[in-house]
Structure formats: structure tokens, C-alpha cells
């Protein structure tokens, strides 16, 4: 639907046409104009004159709050992310309220987040939950067991009898029981990791009750030790990639649910579980998010994480479009690209705009092997060059003449 086919009076009952025109008369985007009605339709009784009051200003205030024409408004941004990230600090903090699992925070975690790489120091994902899951505890840990590594020293004991060349691993079945809450019997999850381990090691077993021996092919303590190893990087159940879940409840918008905090991320699988609420589970990795999500929702995690990241050092007064712009830029060409040489700066058109942000040497270099020109058209090229930049009062054309009496004879 175009703008001109919406009808803004379709969802409000006390709103004259005289609102209508005063509202619809001003300069807002439609999003602010519905907020205006919205206003408005909460107040009844509101007359043409006070309604010609809150539209002016709210225009008022949105002209104020728009970027003049030609306004630098990188070198802003830059600057208002810039200095304040002076003043954050460069330690790992524990997650606010989890204190299990320790999140990169400050400094470490903008840069991070800039640099646009590809795994975070501690990834870690919030899972939220549907229905019954959020509600129940018992039902909520059945997600949990489905999302966090199960290994074999989860599960039981491990030994080894170097005598008999044998690996031998007592199950408990208290813990089988509760890790694979569905299946009633804990036999027969003992089976089931029997042949795992078989199909994994390539080795015979031999299962009895909760306790399972295995050996190496041909009697060797140097294999017997290897298969050790092997078992214990094994993964039962769960994701590889999660190390560690811990379930909370909080106090959301439509009231108390448990919340997942993982340690470890792997955002694709995890939003295919029975249970887990994929419209409102986040990661902290970007890049998994641009992958399973498209590059739009990559570019609101940017925002987001950003915007996180300040307010957890006290710095949230930063302007939210500042931010917007950064994401903007990075993701513009439809993937996530860093704000550095090996990103943005370093694939600017300005051969002096590249030079000066890193390794000038190389870069002037090979400008001069391949015959470069740099045609001076934005600011850092300018400036190092002593001309005035083609923006703010730099792009402004004044010409000084006659003023015709008949312009009309020109």
C-alpha cells in the first residue's frame, strides 16, 4: 500500500477532518504522524486548536533533530562513539545477572563489534522459550539437556584397566534419566550411547546394565590411551558448540517465563528445537545472525549490541542514530564488513584517505606501481592536500553580480 492509498482515520473513532488536515499538513514521516493520532485518540475531547499545537510541535522537534544539509556526518558519528569509548573500561565483566557466565564487555566488545569478527571472544547466546517451556521448569530443562554438550564424564565414570587393555564407563542412571527426560527406561539410553560409542570409535562394546567396556582393536597402551581421548570429545546429546546453559526466570513484558543463557553459540541449530521461540532468540555473534537471518537482522544486532555494550558502561546518552549509521555503513553491501583496512577504510576509492588511516607506505606504493590518481573528493584527502573540504560551508557556491531588472531578457 502507497501513501497515498492509506487511510490514517481507518483505526481512530475520535478524530475530525480538521485533525485529520492539521496533522496530515505537516512535514512528519507517517510514522510520526500515527503516533500524533495516536495521542490524540487517547485523549478525547481534544479540540482543532490543541491538536494544531501538538502537531507543530512535534514538527517543531523533528526539524530541529534533522541533520543540516551537508553536515559531516561520519566525522559526528565517529566523534560521538569515539570519545566516549575513552571512558569504558577494558575487563571482562560477568553478564548482568548470570554469574556464571562471563561475557566480553567494554572497549574489548566495541572493538569486536567494529572489526567485524568472525567469532566473538565469548560467544553466548538468549534463548527464549514458547508456551509450556516458559512456564514449566520441568519443561524448560528439556530444552536445556537439548541445547548443552552432554559428554561421557557428565554421564558416569570412566576407567581403564591397562591389565586387560579395557575402557570401562559406569553410567549413572539418575543422570541418564534426567538428561533424556522422554525416554522411560535408562537401559535403553545406555544402548543408545553403546552404539554411538561404536559407530565413533570403530570399536566393539560390551554393555551390561549401566556398565559398558570397550578395548582397542589389537592390545596396545598407546591405543588404549587414544581411545580415552576420543571418548571424552564425544558428544551424546545436545550441541557440540554449547558448553554450558543456564535457565533463569525473569519478569517480561507479558509476565514471569524462564530464559536460557548459553555459553557457546550455535544460533541455526538451536532455533530449530522443539520449544525455543525463534522470533525472540539472539545471539552475540553478527555473523551467525546475517547467516540465518539476512543482513537486515545483522544489522539490527549491530545496533543493538552497540547500544548494550555503552549502556553497560553508562554511556547510553550516545545518540542511537549515530550507531544506526555505523550499522549502516557495514552492511550497506550486503554482507558485514569491518570499519578498518581490511574493511572500509582500506577500500576507499582515496588513495590518501587509505594511506592515512594504515600502513601509508604500502598503499602510496602501490598507487604509484599502478599508476593511481585521487580525485580529492572527500574530507581526509582535503585536509592533507590544504584544501577546504567539499562539505558544510566547503560545498557552498556564492557568485557575486548584477541583478538583472528583467530576468526574463537572460
Not at 80 to 87: D, F
Not at 174 to 192: F, G, K, M, Q
Not at 314 to 337: C, F, Q, Y
Request: contains cysteine; glycine residues 6%.
Amino acid at each position: 500500500m502507497t501513501e497515498a492509498e492509506y487511510d490514517p482515520m481507518a483505526a481512530y473513532s475520535h478524530i475530525t477532518d480538521d485533525i485529520e488536515a492539521i496533522v496530515e499538513d505537516t512535514v512528519l514521516p507517517r510514522r510520526l504522524k500515527d503516533r500524533v493520532y495516536d495521542t490524540i485518540e487517547d485523549h478525547e475531547g481534544v479540540t482543532t486548536e490543541q491538536a494544531t499545537d501538538i502537531a507543530r510541535g512535534v514538527e517543531s522537534q523533528y526539524t530541529d533533530t534533522r541533520v543540516d544539509p551537508l553536515e559531516p556526518v561520519g566525522t559526528v558519528s565517529a566523534q560521538s562513539i569515539g570519545e566516549p569509548g575513552t571512558q569504558m573500561t577494558m575487563n571482562t565483566f560477568h553478564y548482568a545477572g548470570v554469574a556464571e557466565i562471563d561475557v566480553t564487555q567494554g572497549l574489548p566488545r566495541l572493538i569486536e563489534l567494529v572489526d567485524a569478527r568472525k567469532t566473538p571472544d565469548t560467544p553466548m547466546m538468549t534463548v527464549y522459550l514458547e508456551d509450556e517451556y516458559a512456564e514449566k521448569r520441568e519443561k524448560a530443562h528439556e530444552v536445556v539437556w537439548a541445547l548443552e554438550a552432554t559428554d561421557i564424564l557428565s554421564l558416569g565414570d570412566v576407567s581403564t584397566n591397562v591389565a586387560d587393555m579395557l575402557v570401562r564407563i559406569d553410567l549413572n542412571e539418575e543422570t541418564l534419566l534426567e538428561r533424556w527426560p522422554t525416554v522411560d527406561s535408562a537401559n535403553t539410553v545406555a544402548t543408545e550411547i553403546s552404539e554411538t560409542i561404536e559407530d565413533k570409535l570403530g570399536v566393539s562394546t560390551r554393555q551390561s546394565g549401566m556398565a559398558i567396556e570397550f578395548g582397542p582393536n589389537e592390545p596396545s597402551y598407546r591405543e588404549l590411551l587414544q581411545l580415552v581421548e576420543q571418548l571424552r570429545e564425544i558428544v551424546f546429546k545436545g550441541i557440540e558448540e554449547i558448553s554450558r546453559v543456564v535457565i533463569r526466570k525473569e519478569e517480561l513484558e507479558d509476565g514471569e517465563e524462564f530464559v536460557l543463557y548459553t555459553e557457546g553459540s550455535a544460533f541455526g541449530d538451536v532455533l530449530h528445537i522443539e520449544g525455543v521461540d525463534a522470533s525472540r532468540s539472539t545471539c552475540n555473534n553478527i555473523h551467525e545472525i546475517r547467516a540465518e537471518l539476512g543482513v537486515e537482522a545483522a544489522r539490527e544486532a549491530i545496533i543493538n549490541e552497540t547500544i548494550d555494550t555503552l549502556r553497560e558502561q553508562g554511556l547510553d546518552d550516545v545518540n542511537i542514530r549515530h550507531l544506526m549509521l555505523v550499522a549502516d555503513i557495514m552492511t550497506n553491501e550486503g554482507t558485514i564488513e569491518s570499519i578498518g583496512r581490511h574493511g572500509i577504510s582500506g577500500s576507499k576509492d582515496s588513495v590518501l584517505a587509505r594511506a592515512a588511516f594504515e600502513v601509508t607506505v604500502n598503499h602510496l606504493l602501490d598507487a604509484a606501481v599502478h599508476g593511481q590518481s585521487d580525485d580529492l573528493n572527500g574530507i581526509i584527502e582535503n585536509v592533507i592536500a590544504g584544501k577546504p573540504i567539499a562539505l558544510g560551508t566547503g560545498d557552498v557556491k556564492l557568485r557575486m553580480g548584477s541583478i538583472d531588472a528583467n530576468p526574463a531578457d537572460d
